[in-house]
């Protein structure tokens, strides 16, 4: 009887652990702001690389983002706008009791355009 329950209790306290590992996560916060400005970028995507499906969240009306219950461990960030130069943070580490922050700026992109060339076509005369 007593085997057994030896056995049952390591089973349970088996179950826990793992059920304990597999949740352990982490915040990733942050601000997104226009490098030469500083002014917020909002609606901003914010997107974790390593996660599948992606996971993402977008940037609020003050450029804050918030990525709640990334896994522990080495992640990746990619940060879009429209009109600016996507920024890259590869092997964020994440830790148990520690949030990460960032401030993320970001460049605006240039687009250069082909060249308008406008003619004017002369209308013809129709004799009076």
Do not use: H
Request: hydrophobic residues 45%; proline residues 4%.
């Amino acid at each position: 009887m007593k085997t057994y329950l030896l056995i049952l209790s390591a089973l349970i306290l088996n179950i826990s652990i793992a059920k304990a590992t597999g949740e352990l996560t982490q915040t990733i916060r942050g601000t997104v702001v226009d490098a030469i400005s500083g002014y917020p970028i909002i609606g901003a995507y914010v997107i974790l690389l390593n996660a599948e499906p992606k996971v993402g969240v977008t940037t609020d009306v003050n450029g804050i983002f918030e990525l709640r219950k990334v896994p522990l461990g080495r992640q990746s960030l990619q940060i879009n706008c429209i009109g600016y130069e996507p920024e890259i943070y590869n092997n964020l580490m994440l830790v148990s009791g520690k949030e990460v922050i960032l401030e993320v700026k970001l460049s605006e992109k240039v687009n250069n355009l082909g060249e308008v060339v406008i003619k004017l076509r002369q209308k013809s005369r129709i004799p009076e």
